[in-house]
């Protein structure tokens, strides 16, 4: 194997992937739906689905919009309770039919009337579709690199770009500042280069 020549070609693959993203109309419903949430964001997806919803919860939350990740198989075991009537839900799942998010979504809805749901997704037979007042879509035909066309990366990769266009645009909307970003984020070096002349953090 030419390692060099392979690594490109998965690179060249994901980034593929990322170009496709047909930037619709819908991802301009889903920022004004994040951007007038009157309760919490909250993220969700299984496996390495949910890292990605993971990482856009912390995003966010450090960018102007309040989030954070529920794990959708503890929903089931009482972090369901963790919602409320007016959250916002974004649920990332290539598939749409990860049993654990889907049932975490009917849950939701019914339990506590929970009716704000974004689905990222990829399948066009994807349950999550019919459960999204919103659908942001990956596109049908993710390509993934892995020789045996499994691993998730390509997919991952376009969650991640799509996750942080959210993010991004949203922070861009709320005028958010970098004395805003250090309010939240005061540590480590992103906090030292925010960091305004007149303030002192306890180190």
Known sequence: MDIKARMKDIIAKEAAAIQGIKVTDAFVDAVNLLLNCRGKVITTGMGKAGYIANKFAATM????????????????????????????????????????????????????????????????????????????????????????NTTPSATIAVMLAISDALALTLMELKEFTTTDYHARHHKGYLGTVTRPATTYDES
């Open 61 to 148: 939350s450090s960018t102007g919009t309040s989030a954070f990740f529920v794990h959708p198989a503890e929903a089931g075991h009482g972090d369901l309770g963790m919602l409320s009537k007016d959250d916002c839900i974004v649920a990332f799942s290539t598939s749409g039919k990860s049993n654990e998010v889907l049932e975490m979504l009917a849950n939701a809805s019914h339990n506590l009337g929970v009716n704000t749901v974004i689905g990222v997704t990829s399948h066009i037979d994807s349950p999550l579709r019919d459960m999204s007042n919103v659908v942001l879509d990956m596109g049908p035909d993710i390509e993934e690199p892995c020789p045996i």
